[in-house]
């Protein structure tokens, strides 16, 4: 009977995720295992199956009365301008906030360099994530410094809509 | 029905002019994939009406996020990740609500998938579009909603599985087992529902 790592396995060639070496090996395993084939038949026939389910569905409100409900939506926001002007607006106050918080972090570390002279302390910055932490560990204290907003387009979603 | 008439101009066009505050050329966006993104929020909620709250949710969040949009992917795309994230919230609030699923037992007691027996013999040969949509419907509300998000969003999504895993938040080996185990149970209950259909 096939492991499960096997039938992992099985499932990642038939989705294209194998690299192509582990993918000929794998060829070869599956012409001579006719346990394999028959799972990799149900697999395909699941697929198919659902290819094309969600072709044909239908929202079930007329389109004047839900483009009604999200206008209403859109345009109850108070004072509402183009979103580009308040995205200015709003990058303009995080430019601000910004500064502000990396001149205060900025005196904070002196003062507690200042004050801790005795241990070591360390410095880490993470390129990727734009991360910067100080440690002083005498005075058993960390900064962190993170920049913001995201560097990306997709981690601004995620980072809105990901709760867990 | 958005007061104006827009031609066959595409999605960036209409996007540009509602990122300068045109309503109009969003309602027309809204016109050319309502049901994409209606859809979308079915297959993973299995509900109308709270499909419909939440398709209607996520183009007000896309408004929002409008000025967010480089276009790095189409417009469409764009839009149906909004409203799978929205769903992914609200389904996790739900779960939270209630006792886990015999599902999700199922899954952490360990391989149940491994000893169902090979579904050979494809158990939707035949039927009516109707009849098949409505038996993989009632098939995708016997899983716990982790198995059919992910089925979701790699048959119709076409997520690889790192990208799934990422908007999990789970790893990718999670990700290969659920995937494996809501594939075989859908098979399963395919094939069980034929039986039934031929009593």
Request: charged residues 30%.
């Given at each position: ?6 039938q ?50 239908k929202?079930?409100e ?54 801790s ?48 | ?48 009406e ?10 007000v ?23 799978i ?30 000893q ?76 069980g ?7």
């Amino acid at each position: 009977m096939m492991d499960h790592d096997s039938q992992l396995k099985l499932q990642a060639w038939l989705d294209g995720e194998l690299a192509a070496q582990e993918a000929a090996q794998f060829d070869e395993r599956l012409a001579k295992d006719p346990e394999a084939q028959a799972l990799l038949g149900e697999l395909k026939m699941t697929r198919a199956v659902l290819a094309g389910f969600e072709a044909g569905v239908k929202l079930p409100e007329p389109p004047e009365f839900f483009w009604s409900k999200i206008r209403r939506e859109i345009e109850r926001e108070p004072g509402r301008v183009a979103p580009s002007r308040r995205a200015s607006l709003l990058a303009g106050w995080r430019r601000w906030l910004a500064s502000a918080g990396a001149m205060a972090a900025g005196m904070a570390a002196v003062m507690l360099i200042a004050r801790s002279e005795r241990g070591p302390a360390t410095e880490t910055s993470l390129a990727d994530s734009g991360a910067f932490t100080y440690h002083d560990f005498a005075a058993r204290t960390t900064l962190v410094w993170l920049s913001y907003p995201a560097d990306n387009e997709l981690a601004r979603n995620d980072e809105a809509d990901t709760v867990e | 029905m958005t007061g104006k008439e827009y031609g066959p101009e595409n999605d960036a066009a209409l996007v540009r002019a509602a990122q300068r505050g045109d309503t109009a050329a969003f309602g027309e966006l809204v016109v050319r994939h309502r049901d994409k993104i209606y859809a979308r929020a079915l297959s993973m909620v299995r509900n109308e009406e709270e499909a419909v709250d939440l398709s209607q949710e996520a183009w007000v969040k896309g408004w929002q996020r409008l000025p967010q949009f480089l276009g790095e992917s189409s417009f469409g795309t764009w839009m149906t990740r909004i409203v799978i994230n929205l769903c992914l919230d609200h389904l996790r609030k739900q779960k939270r609500q209630r006792m886990e699923s015999i599902e999700a037992i199922d899954e952490e007691s360990g391989g149940v998938e491994r000893q169902m027996p090979v579904v050979t013999v494809n158990p939707t040969a035949g039927l009516e579009r109707s009849e098949l949509r409505e038996r993989i419907d009632h098939a995708l509300g016997q899983l716990s909603f982790e198995h059919r998000t992910v089925l979701v969003l790699h048959e119709f999504e076409q997520m690889e599985y790192k990208e799934i895993a990422k908007t999990m938040g789970c790893s990718i080996g999670t990700v290969m087992s659920r995937l494996f185990y809501a594939r075989r149970k859908m098979a399963a209950l395919l094939a069980g529902l034929r039986k039934e259909g031929l009593r």
